[in-house]
């Protein structure tokens, strides 16, 4: 059974950064697109950011666009998003996931999520 496991969420002030980490057991997912997706109060949950095998082939939400960074260590079967100039619209719950559908996000796995919350 594979598993993502997302750590790096937390508390912090607009205009912060926070690294997000998902750490992936049970299988490699080298041949796979990685992405994140969050989920805020009362929303639907919304696309961040993915990343093919190339570190080079990455895509974004035009949201976060110029302040989020996704990158992938394969060595360690791990994806991060680095969150720069965070505001209060970030604050969600932030999803790791593994797309099995060849970027149409139908079937993929799913970590258990982490809180970031973007507060004064």
């Known amino acids: 059974q594979a598993q993502l496991v997302e750590s790096g969420g937390g508390l912090v002030q607009p205009g912060g950064s926070l690294r997000l980490s998902c750490a992936a057991s049970?299988?490699?997912?080298?041949?796979?697109?990685m992405g994140w997706f969050r989920q805020a109060p009362e929303k639907e949950r919304e696309f961040v950011a993915a990343?093919?095998?190339?570190?080079?082939?990455?895509g974004y939400a035009d949201s976060v666009k110029g302040r989020f960074t996704i990158s992938r260590d394969n060595a360690k079967n791990t994806v991060y998003l680095q969150m720069n100039s965070l505001k209060a619209e970030d604050t969600a719950v932030y999803y790791c996931?593994?797309?099995?559908?060849?970027?149409?996000?139908?079937?993929?796995?799913w970590g258990q999520g982490t809180q970031v919350t973007v507060s004064s």
């Open positions: 990343i093919r095998l190339s570190a080079g082939s990455a």
């Open positions: 049970g299988r490699t997912f080298s041949n796979y697109i």
């Open positions: 996931a593994v797309d099995l559908s060849g970027g149409r996000w139908i079937n993929a796995y």
